[in-house]
C-alpha cells in the first residue's frame, strides 16, 4: 500500500550533474525520513543521505559537499542534486523512507525501499 518510485537516473560525464527524485505514495500517515543509499557493482549498498521531517540531513563523507538532499514542500518527494560527480560515484541509487502507514493500514512503521535508479559516470 505504499510505494517509493524514483527518476532521474541516467548517463553523465565526470564532473557533470544529475537530480533524482523520489516520491513516497500510497497509505501514509506521516513520513519521518526520506533518504538515498547507493550500490555499485560487486559492493554492498551504502548510505548516501538522509532528510528528516525536521529538516535535518546527514551524508556520507564521500558525497559532502558534492550532493545535496532537499524536499518538495508539497508532497512526500525528496531531490538528491548530485554535483561534480566522478565514475566511482556509478551505482543504483535506492531512494529509502521510514514512515508510519494510515488508519487504513493500522499505523504500523514501515522501512520502503524503492525499485533503483541507474547512474553512470563516465571518464
Known amino acids: 500500500q505504499v510505494q517509493l518510485v524514483e527518476s532521474g537516473g541516467g548517463l553523465v560525464q565526470a564532473g557533470g550533474s544529475l537530480r533524482l527524485s523520489c516520491t513516497a505514495s500510497?497509505?501514509?500517515?506521516?513520513?519521518?525520513?526520506m533518504g538515498w543509499y547507493r550500490q555499485a557493482p560487486g559492493k554492498e549498498r551504502e548510505f548516501v543521505a538522509i532528510?528528516?521531517?525536521?529538516?535535518?540531513?546527514d551524508y556520507a563523507d564521500s558525497v559532502k559537499g558534492r550532493f545535496t538532499i532537499s524536499r518538495a514542500n508539497a508532497n512526500n518527494t525528496v531531490y538528491l542534486r548530485m554535483n561534480t560527480l566522478k565514475p566511482e560515484d556509478t551505482a543504483v541509487y535506492y531512494c529509502?523512507?521510514?514512515?508510519?502507514?494510515?488508519?487504513?493500514?493500522?499505523?504500523?512503521?514501515?522501512?520502503?525501499w524503492g525499485q533503483g535508479t541507474l547512474v553512470t559516470v563516465s571518464s
Open positions: 529509502n523512507s521510514e514512515l508510519v502507514s494510515d488508519v487504513t493500514d493500522n499505523y504500523r512503521s514501515l522501512e520502503v
Open positions: 500510497g497509505s501514509i500517515f506521516r513520513v519521518d525520513t
Open positions: 532528510l528528516t521531517s525536521g529538516g535535518g540531513t
